[in-house]
């Protein structure tokens, strides 16, 4: 009798702790899902230049920030804000950024557009 209650105690700790552990695992995950999300920075398009060079829209905030990627490291290239970044923004919501195909085309007629203003005038420097 003794036997099947130590066996019994052994079956609602195993229980116990998986139960722990399944719990402990879906909040880690739940925390890194959260953590993966920025709310103020957020990657809009990105195209490959060849090799490791690369060229990424960025939205941080309400300006758009164009950034050179190398092996060197990040470099700034240009900067829009108010209503160029507006415009880039909205005309980046047909077409879904990088996690959803979207083409290197794209990515430079918007760029381009953005540089050429109506106005005549440079959106920033290139």
Not at 52 to 68: D, F, M, P, Y
Not at 82 to 97: C, F, I, K, N, S
């Amino acid at each position: 009798m003794e036997t099947v209650w130590m066996l019994l105690r052994v079956l609602v700790m195993s229980a116990l702790v998986a139960g722990l552990a399944y719990l402990a695992a879906a909040l880690l995950r739940q925390r890194a899902v959260r953590l993966r999300r920025g709310t103020h920075l957020e990657l809009i398009d990105a195209l490959s230049l060849g090799g490791r060079h690369h060229l990424a829209l960025v939205r941080a905030g309400t300006r758009v920030i164009c950034v050179g990627v190398s092996a060197d490291g990040l470099r700034p290239i240009t900067e829009f804000d108010g209503d160029d970044a507006q415009r880039l923004l909205a005309q980046g919501t047909g077409e879904p950024g990088p996690r959803g195909g979207g083409s290197a085309g794209s990515f430079a007629a918007r760029f381009q557009g953005l540089l050429r203003r109506p106005d005549g005038e440079g959106g920033g420097e290139a």
